[in-house]
């Protein structure tokens, strides 16, 4: 089963509106989780680091301002895409490693479509 | 700064077929290599992870092999199946946890 899971699967909102993305990891616990991001046809970028109880770290050319990151809990880190364009339609998906050199775990993914 | 480059970009073969995808890095120091598999429109399943100090590893059908030293891996697939179809990520990992991912390899196996 699912060891990551990522809430909505797809979302749909209209220009200029906030939306958030939760992440949670759902049998261990995770002091650090990742976000990325990946355009059609194209792969996953990373976006940033989450991680609990501290400021996330925003890889070069991601706006920490516009996407805010919350890993409040050893369990939950939540994106939020704030005043969404239509540029930021894309798919969302989070990434939870149990320890160094053990699989990394995925969510769903999340379909943002910005109208 | 690490690049993953992996060819094919596509791939389509008939049912049976033995097959290899290959992906490259540029810088040797990771920390594991990853396969993953992506079906249209969803997340990531983890399919192979080889550590920095082992050579290959295999699950089932699946058989990924790892050459630091060239900045090198294969996936190879034995005896392909249409539910195969799904694109093949590769991706290197660091000693913080973070992937650096390939563009991909699409494949489709033919009934």
């Known amino acids: 089963g699912a060891v990551v899971s990522q809430h909505p699967s797809w979302v749909i909102c209209k220009s200029g509106t906030s939306v958030k993305i939760e992440c949670r990891s759902l049998d261990f616990q995770a002091t650090t989780m990742f976000w990325y991001r990946q355009f059609p046809k194209q792969s996953l970028m990373l976006m940033a680091t989450s991680n609990e109880g501290s400021k996330a770290t925003y890889e070069q050319g991601v706006e920490k301002d516009k996407f805010l990151i919350n890993h409040a809990s050893l369990t939950l880190s939540t994106l939020t895409v704030t005043s969404a364009h239509p540029e930021d339609s894309s798919f969302y998906i989070c990434?939870?490693?149990?320890?160094?050199?053990?699989?990394?775990?995925f969510g769903q993914g999340t379909r943002l479509t910005v109208v | 700064k690490q690049e993953v480059t992996q060819i094919p970009a596509a791939l389509s073969v008939p049912e049976g077929e033995n097959l290899v995808l290959n992906c490259s890095f540029t810088?040797?120091?990771?920390?594991?290599l990853q396969w993953f598999r992506q079906d249209p429109g969803k997340g990531l399943t983890s399919l192979l992870l080889?550590?920095?100090?082992?050579r290959e590893q295999t699950s089932g059908r699946l058989n990924a092999s790892l050459d630091k030293s060239s900045g090198r891996s294969t996936l190879y697939i034995a005896a392909s199946q249409p539910g195969d179809s799904a694109t093949y990520l590769c991706?290197?990992?660091?000693?913080?946890?973070?992937?650096?991912f390939g563009s991909g390899t699409r494949l489709l196996v033919r009934p």
């Open positions: 991706a290197s990992g660091d000693s913080s946890y973070k992937l650096i």
């Open positions: 810088d040797s120091a990771i920390y594991n």
């Open positions: 990434s939870a490693p149990r320890t160094l050199n053990t699989e990394a775990f």
């Open positions: 080889i550590q920095s100090s082992q």
